[in-house]
């Protein structure tokens, strides 16, 4: 089976899915950090306004066969292009991440 990864602009309807993401124990015990309280929706919600209104990130949602696999953000940090990103454990393994660092350009 062929596997298409596409990337596209963050919409406010992919919130769900990056919560429910956010929340699996075994990705949080991967990530290189984790917010406070990580299963508060309320705080989750907060964070990405922020994040969808900072004109200064760049916001992708990794597709994978047109269902949303996670999220990358590019942005400058201490003048350096950054990029962070978290992927949903059901897509682990498959060269998801791998895929969607090279199809993404930096800030």
Known sequence: MTIENKLRETVIEDLPIFFEHESDPAARYMAGFTPAEPDDRDAFDARWE????????RKMTV????QAAGHLLSFQLFGEPT???WIGRSFWGQGVASAALSNSSPV
């Open 50 to 57: 922020k994040t969808l209104n900072n004109k200064d990130v």
């Open 63 to 66: 597709l994978v066969n047109g």
């Open 83 to 85: 990029v962070g990103y």
